[in-house]
């Protein structure tokens, strides 16, 4: 008998745990990018992601690196991820199958020269669909590089004064749309940082944990 309501007990633990899994909700999380950097901006911007204790991916142009090198160093000792960004933000980056390898080798080389390191992580300007040809993309693959999309563009990049109501409505929207898993596009510019306080309230708000995108990130 009382091996019986042991069993039975142990029986009830197990279908009771096993609701409970069921009934979890998704774990959420966002992974914060800043395009284009680093800038002035670009200390503001850590202050503001560490008092939220959050994750960032950081996609440098390469004369930026060369400009403002402690800020690589800034990113680097504050464990933010450094992807690369290209040279020419500009279509040149798409001219020739090999462009946009070279920009994003080139770049890696600015990277190596000041923390003694690479980066495999890679974003092109204005996002790779559809602007990379398959074999561009093939050759980036191929050498060891991961290339990043978004699935969230608050824009806040457009025009020169940025609207931070519609940005901020844009994110909610983008959020909505992307569901668990939210890899959201920013810019290191002054109203950005400016905004980015409330960018990343209104991400945790939402029920997001901040994550830190890397070369390791399933995207
Ligand atoms: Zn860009």
């Known amino acids: 008998m009382r091996r019986f309501v042991f069993f039975a007990l142990a029986a009830l633990i197990i279908i009771f745990s096993v609701i409970v899994d069921g009934a979890t909700p998704?774990?959420?999380?966002?992974y914060i990018t800043i395009d284009d950097g680093p800038t002035l901006n670009t200390p503001n911007i850590i202050e503001t992601l560490k008092r939220h204790k959050a994750g960032a991916a950081f996609f440098v142009l390469k004369d930026r690196i060369e400009t403002y090198p402690d800020y690589i160093k800034m990113m680097e000792t504050n464990g933010f991820t450094i992807g690369l960004h290209g040279v020419s933000h500009n279509?040149?980056?798409?001219a020739t199958p090999t462009s946009p390898l070279n920009e994003m080798n080139e770049t890696n080389e600015a990277l190596y020269k000041l923390l003694g390191r690479r980066s495999r992580v890679v974003r092109t300007p204005y996002g790779s669909k559809p602007n990379l040809t398959d074999k561009q993309r093939q050759l980036l693959e191929t050498a060891g590089y991961k290339i990043f999309d978004w699935n969230v563009d608050p824009r806040d990049s457009i025009g020169a004064v940025v609207d931070r109501t519609a940005v901020l409505r844009n994110l909610r929207?983008?959020?909505?749309a992307a569901g668990p898993k939210a890899v959201i596009l920013l810019h290191d510019r002054k109203s950005t940082s400016m905004a980015l306080d409330e960018i990343l309230s209104?991400?945790?708000?939402?029920?997001?944990?901040?994550?830190?995108l890397d070369e390791n990130t399933e995207f």
Do not use: P
């Open 202 to 212: 209104l991400v945790e708000a939402a029920g997001y944990e901040l994550g830190t």
């Open 26 to 30: 998704q774990k959420k999380v966002a």
């Open 173 to 176: 929207a983008g959020l909505e």
């Open 91 to 94: 279509g040149d980056i798409y």
